[in-house]
C-alpha cells in the first residue's frame, strides 16, 4: 500500500505540469484571433501532444480523463490551415472560426481542470465536464 500515496503524488505532479503546458499554447481568445490560422493550428496541436504524452505517463482516472480530452481534441488532426484542392486535401477541411474558437475555450478549460482537480482527486471534477452530452469540451 505504500506505492499508493506515491501514485497519487505522480499524478497531481503531472497533472500540474500537463496544465502548465496546455497553458503556454493557448492565450487568451483576443490574442488567439489575431493569430493567423495556421498558428492557431499549431498552437491546438501542440496542446494535443501534451495531452497525448501525459496520456502515456500515467494510468487510472488520470489517464482515462486525459485521453478522453485527446479524444474530444481530435477533430483538430483532420483541419488544415491551407486551402487545397480537392485531390491535394486529404481529408481534412478547413475550420470555421467558430471551430478554432470552440477548440481552444476547451484548451482553456482543459487547463483549468487539472488545477481544480488535484485537490479532489481526477475523478470529481474532471469525470463531471467529460461525460457524454457536456459542452465543457
Known sequence: ??????????????????????????????????????????????????????????????AWFLGRATAALAPVLQWRALTADREHALGTVLPTPEEFTDAENAVRHLHNVPARTTAHGPATEATACLQPGSRDL
Not at 5 to 11: F, G, H, I, N, T
Open 1 to 62: 500500500m505504500s506505492g499508493q500515496p506515491a501514485r497519487s503524488e505522480a499524478d497531481t505532479a503531472l497533472a500540474r505540469s500537463t496544465a502548465t503546458r496546455l497553458a503556454t499554447f493557448v492565450g487568451t481568445a483576443a490574442a488567439q484571433e489575431a493569430l493567423p490560422g495556421i498558428e492557431r493550428l499549431e498552437y491546438l496541436r501542440e496542446a494535443l501532444a501534451v495531452l497525448a504524452v501525459g496520456t502515456t505517463h500515467t494510468d487510472g482516472q488520470l
